[in-house]
């Protein structure tokens, strides 16, 4: 009930491309959902995260879709750059400092 | 701000020696995390710390794991003996309470035992 379930596995986007990654997640009690990017030699990073009592959040490129009903949410982003290229991490905990339960990456290439 | 700080960054030892990994969180920050993350398994948490308090060591693999927090700008993660089987990346991340804060992740240890 803890997981969280991540996909694609990978993904390769054009550049100027919409990238688009999926969770789902079973435990309803988690109540932040936040996405992190990784790149090669470094820890995952804070993207954007939401809660859910909003559908909705858009920083800059990046934004999250979130279907409470479905119990899954997504993470897009619009034009997507070759500066992209990381992997990409969602995850959900109860409570924003509590432990995170994080899925399996998607590995994103950009190419030109 | 140093941002969430590791040593070593690589640690190559052999089977049956004793680790020690290292970790400087941000100051105030009141949470701090150590993951593993593996090809396998993902990002697995270990052990969480709140206010110096171990939380949740549900994560710890076996006996041979040990993780301290002796004040709130140090935490060790212990691993003796060590196997090739825990040869991974480390991660330490803290954290604030609040939704804008979020984890901060260090830049990790990877480990491998020979």
């Known amino acids: 009930q803890q997981q969280v379930k991540q996909s694609p596995q990978s993904l390769i986007v054009q550049k100027g491309g919409i990238s688009i990654i999926n969770c789902a997640y079973e435990n309803t009690a988690f109540d932040y959902f936040p996405w992190y990017q990784q790149f090669p030699g470094k820890g995952p990073a804070l993207l954007i995260a939401i809660r859910p009592d909003v559908s909705e959040k858009k920083e800059g490129r990046f934004t999250i879709s979130f279907n409470k009903s479905a119990k899954q949410f997504s993470l897009h982003i619009m034009d997507s750059q070759p500066g992209d290229s990381a992997t990409y991490f969602c995850?959900?905990?109860?409570?924003?400092?509590?432990?995170?339960?994080f899925g399996t990456g998607t590995r994103l290439q950009v190419t030109l | 701000d140093a941002g969430v700080i590791q040593s070593p960054r690589h640690e190559v030892t052999e089977m049956g020696q004793e680790v020690t990994l290292r970790c400087k969180p941000i100051?105030?920050?009141?949470?701090l995390f150590w993951y593993r993350q593996t090809m396998m398994r993902g990002l697995e948490l270990l052990i969480y710390f709140n206010n110096n308090v171990p939380i949740d060591d549900s994560g710890m693999p076996e006996d041979r794991f040990s993780a301290k927090m002796p004040n709130a700008s140090f935490s060790t993660l212990k691993i003796q003996p060590s196997e090739p089987r825990d040869s991974a990346v480390y991660f330490c991340?803290?954290?604030?309470?609040?939704?804008?804060?979020?984890?901060?992740f260090g830049s990790g240890t990877r480990l491998t035992v020979v």
């Open positions: 995850a959900a905990s109860i409570g924003t400092a509590s432990k995170l339960t």
């Open positions: 991340a803290s954290s604030g309470t609040g939704f804008h804060y979020g984890y901060t």
């Open positions: 100051s105030g920050h009141d949470y």
